[in-house]
């Protein structure tokens, strides 16, 4: 007589044994997408995206299972998770997916990712080698995940992000045409901002004073 496992008790591991990335430039690329994603849908409760997370598509099932270096599942809510199970997640299935290759990367292993994306209901799927400097896209039609004809220039459907290949590599675009910016640049930002906001206040101040020297009241202008 066969025992039936209860899906209920079967263990679902928050982790493969699998390093994140093997080289630095690898690791900075996962950042950086997954980083501006955060901040592009920081104001939408309903978008989760995560870097490196373990995506379960079957209950009962815990050796069918993909980490994707970055996925966005929209209409999901933000939170932490310790991984992704597609059935307590409305049964929705990231739509997005990115890989970064490294040199370490192999055909047979990157064919297994796309045949699991392509089966479970990814809709968008973008690889990106920073050796090679090479972008390749895949978007769901009638047959399944489709090749993008041309990346360069490619808008995303779901996440309205744009593509740009140029002399310096891969761009990616907010839909507003900002840049996709590392954490240093955008602290760098910040920290401009903040203090051409401080000299504003300060001339300001100084304006006050001499209006008030004038015998103005600089609240009534």
């Known amino acids: 007589m066969v025992q039936q496992l209860n899906p209920s008790k079967i263990i679902y591991p928050d982790s493969d044994g699998q ?13 950086v997408i997954k980083e501006n994603l955060e901040i592009l849908f920081a104001d939408n409760p309903k978008v989760f995206v995560a870097g490196d997370l373990l995506w ?5 099932d815990n050796k069918t299972r993909q980490a994707p270096d970055i996925m966005v599942a929209i209409g999901r809510p933000k939170g932490d998770r310790g991984s992704y199970r597609q059935w307590e997640e409305g049964d929705i299935a990231p739509q997005v997916v990115f890989e ?52 360069n220039g490619w808008i995303s459907p779901r996440l309205a992000i744009r593509f740009e ?44 004073d001499k209006l ?10």
């Open 19 to 31: 390093p994140m990335s093997d080289n630095t430039q690898q690791f900075q690329w996962i950042v």
């Open 56 to 60: 379960y598509p079957v209950e009962g």
């Open 100 to 151: 970064i290759l490294s040199p370490g990367n192999r055909l047979k292993e990157m064919t297994k990712k796309f045949k699991f994306y392509e089966r479970y209901g990814v809709e968008e799927y973008y690889i990106y080698d920073p050796d090679r400097v090479d972008l390749a896209g895949w978007l769901r039609g009638e047959e399944g995940l489709e090749a993008i004809e041309e990346m």
């Open 165 to 208: 290949e140029g002399e310096e590599g891969l761009t990616l675009y907010y839909p507003n045409g900002r840049k996709f910016l590392t954490s240093v640049e955008l602290n760098q930002r910040a920290e401009m901002a903040e203090e051409r906001a401080e000299l504003a206040e300060s001339r300001l101040a100084v304006l006050a």
């Open 212 to 221: 008030r020297e004038l015998g103005i009241d600089p609240e009534t202008l």
